[in-house]
Structures are given as C-alpha cells and as structure tokens.
Nanobody
C-alpha cells in the first residue's frame, strides 16, 4: 500500500511562485513514475508533469513547459513541483500520483492541494 500526501498549495498572485511537495510512504516504496495532475472546476483532470523515478526523465504538459519543474528525492521518497510565473489558469486542485508500472497509468493518488492564482 502506498500513501501520498501533498503539501505546499495556497494563494498566490499572478507571476508568483509556489512549490508543491508530495511525500510517499509504504515500505519498501518503489514506483516506475510519479506524476502531478490538476483539476479545475468543470474541467477534466490534466496531467501536468511526470518524472521517471529511477531514470529521472521528465515530461511536461505544453501548458506548463518552461514554467514548472518536477523533481524527486529518492532518499526521502518525495517529489516536488516548482511552479513559476503562475497564471490564473493554473488555479486547480493539484494531485500527486504514483504509476507503479507505467507513466500513463497511476494506481495511487494523494488527496490533493488547492492552488489559487489571483489576477
């Protein structure tokens, strides 16, 4: 069983920055990929960024490329999402998720953290 807990959400003005963190527990923790997703009211869930746990390769949605950076700390079993140059359209609930075998399918999800960007 894997548990994921996000932190770091909040309210920020447009152009500002936030850093989200996700802590994974459940020993031994092992996964193929970790991802950050977001869902705004009335919209479908969007995959924002993915990192391959062992190799470190990263993938980003076009909407955040160049502004967001995903990283992981394997020793601490954490994954972070650094969000810069935030826009009001980035407002959403952000979730981290673990894909045990693929970067396209995610078996475990955190509870989500709200990010609100004011204009």
């Amino acid at each position: 069983q894997v548990q994921l807990v996000e932190s770091g959400g909040g309210l920020v003005q447009a152009g500002g920055s936030l850093r989200l963190s996700c802590a994974a527990s459940g020993r031994p923790f092992s996964t193929y990929a970790m991802g950050w997703f977001r869902q705004a009211p009335g919209k479908e869930r969007e995959r924002v960024a993915v990192i391959i746990w062992n190799g470190g390769s990263t993938y980003y949605a076009d909407s955040v490329k160049g502004r967001f950076t995903i990283s992981r700390d394997k020793a601490k079993n954490t994954v972070a999402l650094q969000m810069n140059s935030l826009k009001p359209e980035d407002t959403a609930v952000y979730f981290c998720a673990a894909g045990l075998r693929s970067r396209f399918e995610y078996e475990y999800w955190g509870q989500g953290t709200q990010v609100t960007v004011s204009s």
